[in-house]
């Protein structure tokens, strides 16, 4: 079993969320557990799709909109938990593709706020709008638990658009142009300054590791060429730093490889 800690976070939550939260602690608590079947699980907790058992005596089911709402919620929630560099991150992109190749008996569901209507997990309906949400709650990063929280739903986001899950390239960008904001001889010589610096550059990192094709390429979401110059750059600067954490210096290290090997365009 895995000695990943997650908690649902929530003083009175819903009981479909308490379902969601057990099958994505089970799923990622055991390395041995398949994500196809973890995902089918999820799948049969969709108000059309879930058996009576299941369903609170005398409760109506929620529509479909405020279902997939808390369930994004929920696993945006769990992503945040994951240390940015544990193999759950990955355990849990693996889920998440999993559930975008689900075939489902609902096949459709109609979102009356957006008038349209989309593939139940084909499209993975509302985990752009709710990641953006949570996104947007982090509006400081001089708490160490924010930091973390910041660097773990990135992680996340960056490894759903490698594998295609969903389109979250923007996020890199801000990424890219937050660490590059920072003055690094400041923050080498202010402790709040250098913790942020270090999870800005951490971020800017895991998105390039695991997005650096997409970057490089101007016209599919990627950065311009000075800035992919001034990026490398800084990997540069921070992987040969012995101010820098050894964990800070080993992502900058492969980041700047990656740039390396790939050329903008």
């Given at each position: 079993m895995s000695s990943l800690h997650l908690e649902l976070r929530d003083d009175d939550p819903w009981f479909i969320e308490e379902k969601i939260f057990q099958v994505l602690l089970d799923?990622?608590?055991?390395?041995?557990?398949?994500?196809?079947?973890?995902?089918?699980?999820?799948?049969r907790l969709f108000p059309a799709n879930r058996p009576d058992e299941d369903q609170l005596a005398g409760e109506?089911?929620?529509?479909?909109?405020?279902?997939?709402?808390?369930f994004w919620g929920v696993v945006h929630n769990v992503a945040q938990q994951i240390p940015y560099t544990a193999p759950e991150q990955d355990r849990l992109a693996e889920l998440i593709k999993a559930l975008k190749d689900l075939s489902s008996q609902t096949k459709t569901v109609y979102m009356a706020s957006w008038d349209?209507?989309?593939?139940?997990?084909?499209?993975?309906?509302?985990?752009?709008?709710?990641?953006r949400e949570m996104y947007d709650r982090m509006v400081s990063l001089t708490d160490e638990e924010e930091r973390e929280h910041w660097q773990s739903l990135n992680a996340y986001a960056a490894r759903l658009t490698r594998d295609g899950s969903a389109d979250l390239i923007?996020?890199?960008?801000?990424?890219?142009?937050?660490?590059?904001?920072?003055?690094?001889?400041?923050g080498l010589v202010d402790n709040v300054l250098r913790c942020i610096l270090e999870c800005r550059i951490a971020v800017a990192a895991e998105w390039v590791i695991h997005c650096g094709q997409r970057l490089v390429a101007q016209e599919d979401g990627g950065i311009d060429t000075e800035n992919w110059q001034r990026c490398k750059e800084r990997f540069s600067d921070v992987s040969d730093n012995g101010s820098m954490s050894p964990e800070t210096q080993e992502r900058a290290q492969k980041a700047k490889q990656v740039m390396e090997a790939l050329q903008p365009g």
């Open positions: 799923y990622l608590q055991n390395p041995t557990a398949s994500p196809a079947p973890t995902a089918q699980a999820l799948d109506p089911r929620e529509d479909p909109g405020s279902f997939l709402w808390h349209q209507t989309f593939d139940l997990w084909g499209d993975l309906p509302m985990l752009g709008p709710t990641f923007l996020f890199a960008k801000y990424a890219v142009e937050g660490m590059l904001a920072e003055d690094l001889e400041q």
